[in-house]
């Protein structure tokens, strides 16, 4: 599941069939000129679908919907914070410049520190190893640790899980982490995007978890006929790669 994750990250990239249906159609021109040109126009269509805002944001505003916003939760009434991996820059960023990075999905982080200060009672536990196929110097885990020491997070209070490389690995063997009872009152963080699919694997793997949606995407609405060529093929990319990943979830028996 893990590899084929990654292989199907190529396919729903937009901008990867531009690239294709584009290079593709150049190369018929000659030999097969009419379907050359149907080619290299299916390159713009796609182009243009793949600028259009408004889809992705309804795909990506139904996630975020399915659960309430932080907001109504009492943190007092939790042990803990399950802190989804996935805030952090590449290690390879870490390493080049020796200092800390944050990525699009920081509130992750950010969110977590605010609870542990606000807080006190509250333990937090980090779940993430690597998600690349080919692991970097350091592990999502080792970073977060350098993270959290560096923002002055109480060390004694914070648990790291470094093995997991997906959502469902996440849940399954942050329950397994010494000093862990997943039986008890936890509220998961994650991008409200990604809540979905979190809980889900949570739920199945027997945790008694409490969404605490942060990295909230989208607004209440929004115009049908927004297009931007930089932020519609990353939208994209996010909402098909969330509503892929939930239904695959749900295929294999995790969610």
Known sequence: MFIASKLLSFAIEPLFWVLVFLLTGLLLLHRRPQLGRRLSWLALIVLVLASWTSGPEALMRELESRYAPASTVDPTQFIGIVVLGGGLSHSEIWTAHNRIALN???????????????????????????????????SEAQRARMFFD??????????????????????????????IDSKKPWLLLTSAFHMPR????????????TPWPVDYRTTAHDSWFDFSLHAGPRLWELALHEWLGFHAYRWAGWI
Do not use: C, I, K
Request: net charge negative.
């Open 104 to 138: 699009e999905q920081a509130e992750r982080m950010t969110e977590a520190v605010a609870l542990m200060r606000q807080y006190p009672h509250l333990r937090l536990l980090f779940t993430g190893g690597s998600g690349s196929v080919l692991a970097g110097d350091l």
């Open 150 to 179: 560096a923002m002055g997070v109480d060390a004694s209070r914070v648990a790291y899980e470094s093995r997991s490389r997906n959502t469902y690995e996440n849940a399954l063997f942050s329950a397994a982490v010494d000093g």
């Open 198 to 209: 979190a809980m889900g694997a949570f739920a199945r793997t027997g945790w008694n978890a």
